[in-house]
């Protein structure tokens, strides 16, 4: 079994902690994503679970075998792992059939038992007719399907992947995220995928795991770091929320700008400061002043108004000078300068921890 387990591990390059005490488990066959800003620590954390990088403390775990710590570490080579690096640095003058075969060629397995596996592989990466190829009369797509293929072919317990789709463009892009789940799901081996592209990780994981500046902020599926943010940085870095900000009343309300905000989510400490995140197109902009329940309301300024086709972009100012943006159907035109009352779901706002 492959599961891969990071305890306290941490690297330093002088002052700085790259990965600096990231404790995560990753079970056998499922693919996690390590999601993050760029310099969050993503490449570090995968070199070190390769084996190209040392931890200055902690460990890894690989099945129940301790692969790194600071004492000792087992060499890439031995570790029954592929990687696939952002460039995926195929040999020219190779063909496609033999960069494939070239793990194995290594390892000297018999000649038929090769060609079976290569026929194998090109065929489930869609490749077989591009077999007498060489990279450089393939597209950037069947060029990154080659390196899956690369990797894969060798049989590895677990796979690593950097990036492994921003050298492809948008659209290509899109349609290799599927290909690599579906390819996850054909093999079922032990994958880690950095990317910094909330789609990607949304689309290829069955575990998210949120990274900032060398720390885990946020590990779970990506339902729950979508619906529940824990933290203003995971707020922010998926799905661009709104984060207002106010004083507790009690365990579930917040006063911002005058008005009591109820909100859901983890209990508030009344008097203390807190915040909220909601997202752009939760919030609802309402044209005439409510009549009743002032709940969950807040005036506020348009200050711009964006038509973008298929929806509107609007910022707007609440009275204690904060901005919040709100995305709304294109139908909804209202003109910078308005005012304009805001309903926020209570459902919705949901609670960041301090
Ligand atoms: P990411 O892949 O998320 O963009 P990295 O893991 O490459 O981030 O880098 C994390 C931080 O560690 C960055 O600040 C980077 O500059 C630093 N770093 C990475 N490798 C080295 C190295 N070999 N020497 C010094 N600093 C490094
Ligand atoms: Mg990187």
Redesign the pocket.
Known sequence: MASVELRNLTKRYDKLAAVDDVSLRIEHGSLVCLLGPSGCG??TTLRLIAGFVEPTAGEIVVGDRVVSSPARTVPPEARKMSMIFQSYALWPHMTIAENVAYGLTLRRLPREEIAKKVSGILATTRLADLAARYPGELSGGQQQRVALARALIVEPETLLL??PLSNLDANLREEMRFEVRRLHDEYRYTTVY?THDQSEAMTTADLIAVMNAGKIEQFGPPEEIYARPRSEFVARFIGSSNIVRGKALDSAHIMVAGVAVSCTGAALLAGCDAAISIRQHEICIERAEPAGDRHNVLPAIVARNVFLGHSRDYMVEIADGAQLRIVTSPEENIAPGAKVWLRLPAERCRVLEC
Do not use: N, Q
Request: glycine share 0%.
């Open positions: 993503k490449t950097d990036e950095v």
